[in-house]
Nanobody, 122 residues
Framework: QVQLVESGGGLVQPGGSLRLSCTAS????????MAWYRQAPGKERELVAR???????TYADSVKGRFTISRDNAKNTVYLQMNSLKPEDTAVYYC????????????????WGQGTQVTVSS
């Protein structure tokens, strides 16, 4: 079993910045892709950014140039640096990871964090 725990959400004014963190713990051998999703009330969950084990990144068009995803494999942690925040960035942000578990070779399992609220408002 693996657990993902996010932190760093909060209330900021438009133009402000936040840095989200997500740390995986538990029965981990290695982690493949890690990603951040977000979901606003009444909307579907959408991919914000994804980073591969090797560091290849992809971003939603709406956040390109403003958000940066990174990871620290030694800490089993993924980050999302959010700059120039806009009110439309307001959502619950969820960490996601594809994880290879110890003692379970040749397969992987997808996990979600509990979510952290990001509110951008003046």
């Amino acid at each position: 079993q693996v657990q993902l725990v996010e932190s760093g959400g909060g209330l900021v004014q438009p133009g402000g910045s936040l840095r989200l963190s997500c740390t995986a713990s538990g029965n981990i051998f290695s982690i493949n892709d890690m990603a951040w999703y977000r979901q606003a009330p009444g909307k579907e969950r959408e991919l914000v950014a994804r980073i591969s084990n090797g560091g290849t990144t992809t971003y939603a068009d709406s956040v390109k140039g403003r958000f940066t995803i990174s990871r620290d494999n030694a800490k089993n942690t993924v980050y999302l640096q959010m700059n120039s925040l806009k009110p439309e960035d307001t959502a619950v942000y969820y960490c996601n990871a594809d994880i290879n578990e110890r003692r379970i070779p040749w397969t992987s399992k997808n996990y979600w964090g509990q979510g952290t609220q990001v509110t951008v408002s003046s």
